[in-house]
C-alpha cells in the first residue's frame, strides 16, 4: 500500500510502502481490508514495517480506501510509529 502523500507521488521516484498480507495477526498496528475495500480476499495493511521502493518497480492498483478506512490506517501508523 502507497503510504507516500497523494499530492507527492508524481514528483517523487521512490515512494513509501506498507505490506498488504493474507497473514491477519490481529494486532492494533494492522488494519483489516476486505471486498468492500476492493480487495480479493480478506487481508491486512501492516504498518509496523515500512518500505522505500522506487515507483517504476509497482505493478496496477488493485484498489482505493475509502476516506474512513485511510483514518484506520493512519491510526494504526501513531501506533506503530508512537508519534
Known amino acids: 500500500m502507497i503510504i507516500t502523500r497523494t499530492v507527492?507521488?508524481?514528483v517523487l521516484d521512490n515512494?513509501?510502502?506498507a505490506t498488504?498480507?493474507?497473514s491477519i495477526r490481529g494486532v492494533p498496528t494492522e488494519v483489516l481490508l476486505?471486498?468492500?475495500d476492493g480487495m480479493p480476499r480478506?487481508?491486512?495493511v501492516s504498518l509496523d514495517n515500512l518500505h522505500?521502493?522506487?515507483k517504476r518497480l509497482l505493478g496496477r492498483r488493485i484498489a482505493t480506501l475509502s476516506d474512513k478506512r485511510?483514518?484506520?490506517v493512519c491510526d494504526a501508523l501513531r501506533y506503530a510509529t508512537s508519534c
Open 8 to 10: 507527492a507521488v508524481p
Open 15 to 17: 515512494l513509501v510502502l
Open 20 to 22: 498488504v498480507s493474507t
Open 34 to 36: 476486505d471486498r468492500h
Open 42 to 44: 480478506p487481508s491486512a
Open 52 to 54: 522505500t521502493v522506487p
Open 70 to 72: 485511510m483514518d484506520q
